[in-house]
Each structure stands twice: as C-alpha cells, then as structure tokens.
C-alpha cells in the first residue's frame, strides 16, 4: 500500500513536470536559430516528453493505487476477502460474467479487479455475456453476475456480486480434503436445519433480554430455537455437515473430523457416553456445548474429568461485564493466549454454567480459553429432571464466591494408544450463544467457527464466514439509556430554553 502511493506521488511529479516542459517547449524551440536547429530541437523534446510519459504510465499501471472517496466504502473490498486472498497459495483463475446495465455487476467488476492486485496468484478476467455470449456458454452460465473459480482442476460458480461470497468460494475450491462435521442429536439438542432465527428487544424494565428463550416482545419469533445459522457458515467454509444418533448406532462414525454437541436435554446413557470416549480415544474431537438444562450422567462426568474438567450445576451472574442490561449474559473481552481466541473481540454467553479445573488424565493438557469477569458469582440451580445422576456426578457444594470463573477450556491428548491419534475436545458451558438468536452478534459467530476449525486441524488456512443478516436494532443497557432520556430531555432543552432567555435579555 505504502509503495503504491509513493510510485503514484512519483507519477504526479513527472505528469508535472511533462506540463512544464509543455510550458516552455515552444519557447525553447522558438530560441534556436535556423530551422534545421529548431526542429532537431522540437524532435527531442518530443521524443523526451513521450518517453517519460510512456515510462510515467507503465509504472503506475503496475503500482496503480484504488482511492474510495465514498462514505461506506462502496468500492472497496471488505477486508476479510482481502485477507482470503493475500493468503493464496495457489493459482486461482476467476472470470467474473457481470451485467453492463447492472450497477451491482459493475462494481462487483471492479471490486474483483482491486482482487487481483493483492496476489498475483488469483488471476481475474471480466465478461459481459451481452457481448460474449460463447464464452457464457461455454462456462454453463445461466444467470447474469456470476463467477467462475477454477483452481487445481476443479471449477465452482458462484452466483454473486459480494465479495465475501466470492472469497469463501476460492476457499471451498481450494479445499483438497473432505472434512465431515457431524452433529449429535437424540438428546433435544439444537436442531441444525433450522436456518431461522429470532432475537430479543430490551424492554423498559431491564429485563426484555431472555437468554430462556421466552421473551414476548421478540423482534422476530419463530416456532424453535436451532443452530441452523453456524452449519450454514460451516457449510460455506466447504466443510460437509450430517447428524448422527449415538444412542441408535452406539458408536460414533470415525470418519466425523468434529462432533458438535449443541445443548442436549436429556442425560447421556451409559452406552452413549462410552461412544465418545472411544470416539475420543480414536483420535477424534468435539465441540461440546453444555446448558444449564443438561444433566451430567455419572459415567458422562467421568469423562470430563479425564479431560481436566467439572461441569457445575450453577449459573454464572457477573454484575460488572454483561451484554445489555441482562447479568446472566455473561460479556468476555479478555481471553488466555490460544489459537482459538487470536484476535478475538467482544463475545457473550447467555445463562452459562460454570467450569472446574482438574487435573487431567496422563498424556492429556488442558487450555482455558476464557473466564468471567473477577466481579462474577455463581447461582446455584437446582434440577429435579435426573437428581440420581446429579447427585452422583456432583458430590460438594457449589459456592457463590466472586469469581473469575472458567466459561470455556480446551484439552488435547491421548487417552491410551497414542498411535490411535490426538484427540480435541473443547467444553463450553453454555451452548446459546452459538444458536440463531445470539450467533451473528458481536464476536460470537468468529469464536464458533474458530472452535471447529481448531478441533478440525484446520485452523492453519485462511476462513471467512458468510454474511449474516440480522435485524436493525441498537441494543442500550439501562445506564446508557438513562443517559440518553436526560441529554434529550434536560440537558437539550435545557440549553435551547437558557439560549432563549440570554437573548430576550440582551433584547429588552
């Protein structure tokens, strides 16, 4: 960027100085005596003022330099397509079939023009079918603003004029293993085919943010909750999502890289808890994301605390960091040092439970990842839906002492058989945060992804996620809402009312 400017600030020195020499051409020519002399002169010059601009042109052909002088930045590329193609590695060839008479096809033009600038490696090419139609046909294109990727043999067409899709489809192209994300299901956990979403509104009591999904001034309701919303991010990530039922099968398919336990309802049998230790012990990983509601079985705690962890029966309440105006839901900015939490920002955690470091079985390490704030307690809750189990799994009582409290933490190992493979595993107490209500807001869809794509040993290549829509709402906490009532209602008028009398006085 830096070079870029410095060879345009030289090319406006020398289009300056060719309007000098413009300037004082005639002049000079017009000094020499004799004709022959004058127009020997006159040649050189000429020769000397097309050599500069043709050298002028060639240089800042390639160092040209993109300046958007729009307000949104209409037509710059969004940096995380930037940051997908910086990271190439490979060839890619995009030809993008755009639409003249289309406003949206002309700046997707240009915006996968400025693409290429950024690696020579992704070479771009732009159609207009209009004028082309052969070379539509011969690409299979059907509909207007489209691009065509072709890398390694492979081709995809993406029907868009955003960049972002664009970018995930050179990473879908580029993918040269099959990775297979499987979710768990038989336990009510959040069904992943549910794309819907709905959100919540503050009320004017402070207490509209319902992390139990009971809220009645939702924005936009819908009949379920689901986790639709992050297998669609996966999906565009490349990667191939199923569900699978433990308690049918009793085992977990190997070839799943991740299972992802999205908020189960019911206690784990026996047989299935065993699945995923072996599973585990296979060398697989798991995302496992563990609600209030969800009862901890007995063999199910047994393998947790193999993994260096006690999932408590509490909620965690923190006064000091929440979002909105709702305590329960609990707000992280500071994270420990982990691959998965690099440059994480903002993310919340509606009515999570508390996690217990242990010392983990041999062979095994344990990362946290993040913590509540030091202000945060606990809040016991008591659970009548499988109180044997409990009461097996959680012999000690739970403390409501001002925290921090582990929210989130990593373990990696082997359980025995190191050949078998190093397991994954990360444990959340909390899974709403990764559901449609609360997975598009601040940081909380970048930590989901960044999750399975460490658990899927992915976590090496560049990722970027779709756009996701989400309602035009500003969320205010009560403070900030006081806030405004008194600048809008005093001190506001306050100041017109005072402008008003200072006048009148200085008029009487």
């Not at 005596?33 to 004058?38: D, E, N, Q, V």
């Not at 819907?196 to 943010?209: I, P, R, S, V, Y």
Request: with cysteine.
């Amino acid at each position: 960027m830096a070079s870029n400017i410095i060879w345009f600030g030289g090319w406006l020195l020398a289009i300056f100085g060719l309007f000098v020499v413009g300037l004082r051409l005639s002049e000079l020519v017009l000094e020499r005596r004799g004709p022959k002399l004058r127009i020997g002169v006159g040649i050189a010059a000429l020769g000397l003022v097309a050599t500069v601009a043709v050298l002028a042109s060639a240089a800042l052909t390639r160092h040209d330099q993109h300046f958007d002088l729009t307000s949104e930045r209409v037509f710059t590329p969004d940096p995380n397509a930037l940051e997908v193609i910086a990271s190439l590695e490979r060839p890619v060839r995009l030809t993008y079939f755009y639409r003249a008479s289309d406003p949206e096809g002309k700046r997707a033009r240009r915006i996968v023009e400025l693409l290429a600038q950024h690696n020579r490696l992704l070479s771009v090419s732009t159609v207009d079918p209009d004028v082309h139609p052969s070379l539509a046909q011969s690409a299979g294109l059907k509909i207007y603003n489209a691009a065509l990727l072709e890398a390694d043999g492979r081709r995809l067409m993406i029907h868009s004029t955003d960049e972002i899709d664009i970018a995930i489809g050179i990473q879908r192209v580029l993918r040269e293993r099959r990775i297979e994300i499987c979710f768990l299901d038989g336990h009510g956990q959040y069904p992943s085919d549910n794309y819907e979403f709905h959100t919540h509104a503050e009320n004017l009591g402070g207490h509209g943010m319902d992390h139990a999904h009971g809220a009645a001034d939702a924005v936009i309701e819908t009949t379920s909750h689901g986790v639709g919303r992050l297998r669609r991010s996966l999906e565009a990530l490349g990667y191939d999502i199923r569900v699978i039922l433990p308690a049918v099968a009793g085992v977990i398919d190997k070839s799943c890289r991740v299972v992802i336990d999205a908020g189960p309802r019911s206690a784990y049998a026996a047989l299935e808890s065993s699945a995923l230790a072996q599973y585990l012990d296979s060398g697989g990983s798991a995302l496992l994301l563990y609600d209030i509601g969800f009862p901890i079985s007995a063999e199910h705690a047994r393998i947790i605390k193999r993994l260096g962890l006690r999932v408590e029966q509490d909620v965690v309440i923190d006064p000091a960091l929440h979002y909105a105006a709702d305590q329960e839901m609990v707000a992280v900015t500071a994270y420990e040092s982990h691959t998965v939490t690099e440059r994480m920002s903002f993310t919340f955690y509606p009515g999570a439970r508390s996690l217990v470091r242990m010392t983990p079985a041999g062979g095994i390490s344990l990362s946290p990842l993040f913590y509540s704030s030091n202000k945060s307690y606990r809040q016991s809750i008591s659970d009548h839906s499988d109180s044997e189990s409990i009461e097996h799994a959680h012999q000690h009582d739970v403390d409501g002492g001002e925290g921090p409290h582990l929210l989130a933490a990593a373990s990696s190992g082997s359980f025995g058989d190191a050949s078998a493979g190093q397991f994954r595993a990360i444990i959340v107490g909390d899974a709403d945060f990764a559901t449609n209500s609360f997975y598009p807001y601040m940081s909380n869809n970048r930590i989901a992804l960044a999750m399975v794509r460490w658990l899927a040993r992915d976590e090496g290549s560049g990722a970027i996620s779709a756009r996701i829509p989400v309602p035009e709402t500003v969320e205010l906490t009560n403070r900030q809402r006081r806030l405004f009532v008194v600048w809008l209602v005093i001190v506001l008028p306050g100041l017109i009312a005072g402008l008003g009398a200072f006048v009148w006085w200085q008029r009487r």
